[in-house]
């Protein structure tokens, strides 16, 4: 008798324990603690009442997800004005981002990863990050994989990166996007592309001017030149549709 109440004990403890880790995450300054089941689409999918519900990742401030625990220390990196809880911190002035050390938390959250739909999580919350850092060829190369995986869904295409960084950077990023450009006939797309592309080509024209009259040689931006080493390694980088 004693030994199964203790064994009963032991599995209510378990189970009790399993219940108080709550996954959560703050949609809209609202802080939902609910279990969060899923991410698909740039869309993350949780569970209430029974019920399975689905919001937009472009409107969640921060996700918490019991066990991922260095995707959950990217995502306090990105939002350090919320406590552990979800709610405003009061200390003025505000803490600000740290996206570059957000991108290093979210790559060993994404080598962790076990599911499918962590890896997606993943990749969604990095591309803000890498975008908020100014690595655009990696926020580029991220969001035309995201754009490939939820089929060019609006969604993803409202995803598009638009800080510029490096020269060698946004040479990289051009390269990807041109590449893209080569194999889509979605118009969607290809309008999007267009914006990034101005928005790279202006900043290192700008960067060209300043070395102009700082005295420093520019190489200025790249052209799409077949054969050329960048669009050559473009190619291998960007997914087939």
């Keep these: 008798m004693k030994r199964y109440i203790a064994t009963l004990l032991m599995v209510v ?15 809209k300054k609202i802080n939902n603690t609910v279990p ?16 399975t519900q689905k ?12 066990g ?32 570059a050390e957000a991108v290093k938390a979210y790559d060993e959250a994404w080598k ?3 599911l499918k739909w962590h ?6 919350r990095r ?43 946004n040479e990289m990023a051009i390269a990807l996007l041109e590449v893209k450009l080569e194999r889509t006939e979605n118009e969607k797309l290809i309008i ?13 024209e700008t960067d060209e001017e300043e070395n102009r009259f700082s005295g420093v040689e520019s190489v200025g931006f790249v052209e799409r030149r077949d054969g050329s080493p960048l669009f050559e390694k473009a190619l291998i980088n960007v997914p087939e549709p």
């Design 13 to 27: 403890s378990c189970f009790a324990a399993h219940v108080a880790a709550e996954d959560m995450f703050v949609w």
């Design 36 to 51: 969060i089941t899923g991410a698909r689409d740039m869309l993350l999918f949780y569970k209430r009442a029974g019920k």
């Design 55 to 66: 919001k937009k990742l472009s409107e969640i401030q921060l996700i918490q997800i019991d």
């Design 68 to 99: 991922l625990t260095d995707f959950n220390k990217a995502e306090k990196l990105m939002n350090p004005q919320l406590d552990k809880d979800g709610d405003e911190t009061e200390p003025k002035p505000k803490p600000k981002p740290k996206p």
């Design 112 to 114: 962790a990863a076990k």
């Design 119 to 124: 890896k997606h999580l993943i990749n969604c």
């Design 127 to 169: 591309l803000r990050a890498l975008d908020a850092a100014c690595k655009i060829d990696r926020a580029v190369e991220e969001w035309l994989m995201l754009v490939n995986a939820c089929g060019e869904s609006a969604e993803s295409l409202k995803a598009s990166p638009s800080h510029p960084g490096s020269s060698e950077a």
């Design 192 to 204: 999007v592309i267009g914006g990034i592309l101005d928005i790279l080509r202006d900043s290192d």
